[in-house]
């Protein structure tokens, strides 16, 4: 199937409900002709999926999320725009069998805290030590790679910290130069 091209997808938008038929379509013209239709602002696409299945007809994010589970990217739905679409969809690369993923191009960074919409861009920094071990008797693990909500939301302050610093640091320093 990967050999063949990629066939459309049948995307309708409408009466804040999206639907996708897919039958080997590409996952980023879907995200691209979803965003198109709606507003939505896409970040961190990178390589391209085939995609297969009916998602929806249904609440935009929820068939989003329906649709990107299984491929190789975390999402992160910020915002909703009138028409129900998210206003955000921001992409990053999963990580598989404790593998460290690909680093996303400087351009395509920027994460945001969902739960209060406070928006944080992000630079290229290592991610955060792994958890502290669960105290002894203590039978509740966590899969590898796996963070807590509070894992990721201290990430995105250290990650916004970081940026601010280095745009302070890169701000050329005006000289007033004499009109001639």
Excluded: C, W
């Excluded at 309708?12 to 979803?34: C, T």
């Excluded at 598989?96 to 996303?104: K, L, S, T, V, Y």
């Excluded at 966590?142 to 745009?167: D, H, K, N, S």
């Amino acid at each position: 199937m990967l050999q063949q091209p990629a066939k459309d997808a049948q995307i309708v938008f409408a009466d804040g409900n999206l639907s996708i038929h897919a039958d080997n379509s590409s996952l980023a013209a879907i995200l691209h002709q979803v965003a198109s239709n709606s507003g939505m602002k896409i970040e961190g696409l990178g390589g391209d999926e085939r995609v297969f299945g009916n998602f929806g007809p249904g609440v935009p994010r929820d068939v989003l999320a329906d649709l990107l589970v299984g491929t190789a990217y975390n999402q992160v739905l910020l915002g909703d725009l009138s028409n129900g679409a998210p206003r955000e969809l921001i992409l990053s690369p999963t990580t598989r069998g404790g593998a460290p993923a690909p680093a996303p191009s400087p351009a395509t960074q920027a994460n945001v805290n969902a739960d209060d919409g406070n928006e944080a861009e992000a630079v290229d920094t290592p991610p955060p030590p792994p958890p502290p071990e669960a105290p002894a008797g203590s039978n509740q693990q966590q899969p590898a790679g796996v963070r807590t909500p509070q894992q990721l939301f201290e990430q995105l302050q250290q990650m916004r910290a970081a940026q601010q610093r280095g745009q302070q640091q890169q701000q050329p320093v005006q000289q007033d130069s004499p009109m001639q």
